[in-house]
């Protein structure tokens, strides 16, 4: 079993930034990916980025060049730096990890992920 808890979510106006953070306790893996969605009302819940335990990354398009995924192993803790914030970035934010994998091309899809976090909230005002 993998816990999972984000934080780090607020209210931001549009061009701000916020830092996600997620603590990852429990079962450890020798090789994992963990990822960050979101899900906006009345939409799908949607990849946003992930990482391996080897460091390889991958963004959405909508995000790319904006969002930074990070890990650090040592304090156990997943982050999402997110910079230039839209408003069409609103959303619950979260956390999840799919074990004993590498990041693919399905590493944004939340079908092949074990564990999720509760999520934290997302606003973007313009």
């Known amino acids: 079993q993998v816990q999972l808890v984000e934080s780090g979510g607020g209210s931001v106006q549009a061009g701000g930034s916020l830092r996600l953070s997620c603590i990852f306790s429990?079962?450890?893996?020798?090789?994992?990916?963990m990822g960050w969605f979101r899900q906006a009302p009345g939409k799908e819940r949607e990849g946003v980025a992930a990482?391996?335990?080897?460091?390889?990354?991958m963004y959405a398009d909508s995000v790319k060049g904006r969002f930074t995924i990070s890990q650090d192993n040592a304090k156990g803790t997943l982050y999402l730096q997110m910079n230039s914030l839209k408003p069409e970035d609103t959303a619950m934010y979260y956390c999840?990890?799919?074990?004993?994998?590498?990041?693919?091309?399905?590493?944004?899809?939340?079908?092949?992920?074990?564990?999720w976090g509760q999520g934290t909230q997302v606003t973007v005002s313009s």
């Open positions: 999840a990890t799919d074990v004993w994998a590498w990041v693919g091309p399905r590493s944004l899809s939340r079908d092949v992920y074990d564990y």
């Open positions: 429990g079962a450890r893996y020798n090789y994992y990916t």
């Open positions: 990482v391996d335990a080897r460091g390889i990354t």
